[in-house]
């Protein structure tokens, strides 16, 4: 395994729409359900898996847009060092891996706005 980063979120109760007996909350890695701490990709302080390094860069960032983590969960997340390329194993059978790389460490801030 190897270390991917942290992030504070916030966990959510099963909504009723999952549809799934017996589960009470969700612990989910991406924010459509149980949301990140805050909307963190412009202060470009990720790693290139999409988390963070150490607690303390998200909580310079929640002070900076005054968002209190108290009611938040700290996770922390590893991850298997090869990845399933569907892609790469298509009509080679199953076996097809990849390096789990992350993308490039801190990527340039864009305009969007001034890009359309």
């Given at each position: 395994m190897i270390p991917v980063g942290y992030m504070f979120k916030t966990?959510?109760?099963c909504p009723d729409w999952l549809k799934a007996a017996g589960v009470a909350?969700?612990?989910?890695?991406?924010g459509c359900v149980s949301e990140y701490f805050t909307d963190y990709i412009d202060f470009w302080k990720h790693n290139g898996?999409?988390?963070?390094d150490s607690?303390?860069?998200?909580?310079d960032i929640a002070a900076k847009v005054g968002l209190d983590l108290?009611?938040?969960t700290l996770?922390?997340?590893e991850a298997f060092d090869e990845e399933f390329d569907g892609d790469a194993a298509a009509g080679r059978g199953l076996s097809q891996k990849n390096?789990?790389?992350p993308m490039s460490r801190?990527?340039?801030?864009?305009?969007?706005k001034a890009m359309t």
């Open positions: 966990v959510s109760p909350d969700i612990y989910s890695l991406s898996y999409w988390r963070f607690p303390a860069i998200m909580r108290s009611q938040m996770f922390y997340y390096l789990f790389r801190r990527q340039p801030k864009r305009d969007w």
